[in-house]
């Protein structure tokens, strides 16, 4: 059965669907598919999982390109030389922590040569959004009211400003449908997390969440910077290692060791999130060791809004040659939701279990619907270098 990767979403405002959001895959073929679902997208596809290659197939030698960082580094920010990489995730079922997704979508595993660039060490804070916000005066997504042109059908009293929720069931459930731990929660945004009787106070280091796409590429726009390109991120996420599951290397855990702050326990039970790694939920950012490249939490934490549109066969318009710097498809194209205008989510989150998404394998790919943020989704800003 295909799975999706990303989090549910905003459409859940006008109580006619709630958007598989990066974690989450389509219910089976004989639940109520969710509005704009193709009947085909929920068929088995034994096939395409028989023929899926060995996890480490294909990935060939990482090739930095050793140019030196151009000055010295803006603040919170580290410098990724570029180089030439193999980008894509071999199937991972079967492997420990592996899950029970193909991760199809994340190949053919081919080769692709970035520039470098400057990238945010870590996820963007409250701290530094509200900077923004108090500078700008910014408003997010989830802080508007939907209107009535978004939702044309909805009733009138669904069209509240919120956002999606991570909402624990209060017993184990089958994980067959995303609705039962994901809520829209009228009042939810950045300031609020998990609703109006929360908020950020004491939360300044964490990353902050509840960011539609547009919100994060206003605010990377606010301090000259951009969203990094998936192939961008990937590249920079794999610290020059080449074919690794994690960024550190290929062991979940070495020698004990928690690297990534994802989810241990059954999901998605209330309370079954044991926090074994330091952290039931969020965590603020750099809690876990960076990457090679000084990177923090490019697995896990928050799933990392990036460029691309996302499309589940964009990788095979690439199988051939060097990609240089991809920007990804011209449009979007979720089988399991083809009516939604996607971009590309990476990273994983606090939220990633291997009973149900092992997203924190660092080629795997997720996605959402553009206009839908959830308390799990931030993001970080990169910067090209000046041209010399
Ligand atoms: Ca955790
Ligand atoms: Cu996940």
């Not at 970035?114 to 408003?139: C, H, I, L, P, S």
């Not at 059908?153 to 991570?166: K, T």
């Not at 994980?175 to 106070?201: C, E, F, M, V």
């Not at 964009?314 to 205008?341: F, I, M, T, W």
């Amino acid at each position: 059965m295909p799975r999706s990767g990303s989090t549910a979403a905003r459409a859940a405002a006008v109580g006619a669907a709630l958007w598989l959001g990066a974690c989450d895959r389509p219910a089976p073929a004989a639940a109520p598919p969710p509005p704009g679902a193709s009947a085909s997208a929920a068929a088995p596809s034994a096939s395409a999982s028989a023929a899926a290659p060995a996890a480490e197939a294909g990935f060939q030698p990482t090739v930095p390109s050793g140019v030196p960082a151009p000055g010295p580094a803006p603040a919170g920010m580290v410098w990724i030389p570029g180089g030439e990489f193999s980008m894509g995730a071999g199937d991972p079922r079967g492997l420990e922590h592996g899950g029970h997704d193909s991760m199809a979508d994340a190949r053919p595993i081919h080769r692709v040569a970035v520039d470098g660039f400057w990238m945010d060490a870590t996820e963007v804070t409250n701290e530094q959004f509200a900077r923004f916000v108090k500078a700008t005066g910014y408003v997010t997504v989830a802080e508007t009211k939907p209107t009535r042109e978004e939702f044309p059908e909805a009733p009138e009293e669904n069209l509240v400003a919120g956002s999606v929720v991570f909402n624990p069931t209060p017993r184990p459930v089958a994980l067959d449908s995303h609705y039962q731990w994901w809520t829209y929660i009228p009042g939810a945004n950045w300031r609020h997390p998990t609703g109006p009787g929360s908020d950020i106070k004491g939360r300044e280091k964490y990353p902050v969440v509840h960011v539609a796409y547009e919100d994060a590429v206003a605010y990377a726009t606010w301090t000259k910077g951009r969203l990094p390109t998936e192939a961008e991120w990937e590249f920079a996420a794999r610290g020059g290692l080449a074919g690794k599951l994690y960024p550190w290397g290929d062991e979940l855990r070495p020698g004990g060791k928690w690297m990534a702050n994802i989810y241990e326990g059954r999901f998605p039970v209330s309370g079954g999130d044991e926090g074994q790694d330091g952290f039931a939920g969020l965590a603020p950012v750099r809690r876990y060791p960076p990457n090679a490249f000084g990177l923090y939490d490019v697995a896990g934490n928050a799933w990392e809004w990036v460029s691309d549109w996302y499309r589940a066969d964009s990788y095979a318009a690439l199988a051939a040659g060097v990609a240089k710097n991809p920007r990804g498809p011209q449009d979007s194209l979720d089988p399991s939701e083809p009516g939604q205008p996607k971009r590309v989510h990476r990273g994983g989150s606090f939220l990633c279990v291997e009973t149900y998404c092992s997203r924190y394998m660092i080629g795997t790919r997720g996605k959402g619907e553009v206009r839908t943020g959830s308390n799990h989704l931030g993001f970080r800003c990169v910067r090209d270098a000046p041209r010399s």
